[in-house]
């Protein structure tokens, strides 16, 4: 079976081909609209997405060369997200669908990600833990299987890519600023200063929102720290306090959970402390780890199309759903229970 897919929540536009959860093509395209503002701005990714989508949509059919007419499922993201962004690629991919007679499944962003973990290897085995972190979510989901998910944690207050884009901002290191923390703190001591660590050792609960504060007062207090020298000590602190206040959650959750698997997905799952402190943790507890390609990290339309083709092995066929910008994926329904 071959899925033509569209993400548009926030601000990457993306398409992408798979034949049979195999992926022929993936087109992504991040908006730099956003980057003078420091943060997306949703009239403007919304006007963007106009620009790209049809664009995007023929270089994947391209690149995977393929017609319409060999397609048999068009799935697009329907939420959650920006509003006006997902309507223009949810609108856009379901017209398609209508016009050239061809089933059409709307697919819950988060769970995409989720899913994400499994492309381009062999499917994990269940029980799985699945650490959730982007720009707008921080989630720690067991999942049984598909539609099966149990979310233990979530973030309090901000998301942990939140954290990174903020500190980031604070220091001037444009926008998104994760991938770019995550370099400069490869050249830093992570012991120069001691950030606080929120919420250890009570809940599964994730909270972020003092240790950005922390830095802010740290820069406000010693703005030496912002200079180009000592900018990696600073950052590599700040991250090891992120990676202090997640890792030992994750261990203590796939030792409870008695999972098979520990893995991550979403924007932050790029991040090459969190990679090498899954990959550890897994070797403690003699179980498997996956993080997808760093392409399936960040918003992608493969990973729709992984979701939208988990959704047909499932029987679960043409979910036509309303956008919905807030969409907790606790609200997924299981294919029993419809
Ligand atoms: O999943 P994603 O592409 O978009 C959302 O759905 O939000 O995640 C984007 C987030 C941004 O906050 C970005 O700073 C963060 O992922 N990110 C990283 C890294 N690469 C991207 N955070 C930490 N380390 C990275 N290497
Ligand atoms: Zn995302």
Known sequence: MRILS???SCDENSAAVLEDGRVLSLVTVTQQVHQQFGG??????GRSHLELQDANVCAALRTAGCELPEIDLIAATSGPGLVGSLLVGHSFAQSLALASDIEFASVHHMEAHLW???IEREPIALPFLVFLASGGHTMLVVVSGFRNYEVIGSTK?????EAFDK???LLGLGFPAGAAIDLLAQAGNREAISFPVALQNVTFDFSFSGLKTAVAYKLRDEPSWS???SQPDLLASFQNAAMRSVLP????AAREYRVRAVCAAGGVAANSALRVGLTKIAQNLSIDVAVPAMKYCADNAAMVAYAAHKQVQAGLRAEHLPVRPRWPLAELRSPAAN
Request: net charge negative.
């Open 249 to 252: 959650k994750i261990e203590r």
């Open 6 to 8: 569209v993400e548009s």
């Open 157 to 161: 207050d901000d998301a942990m890519g």
């Open 116 to 118: 994400s973990v499994e």
């Open 227 to 229: 200079g180009e020298n």
């Open 40 to 45: 997306v701005v949703p009239e403007l990714a």
């Open 167 to 169: 500190v980031g901002k």
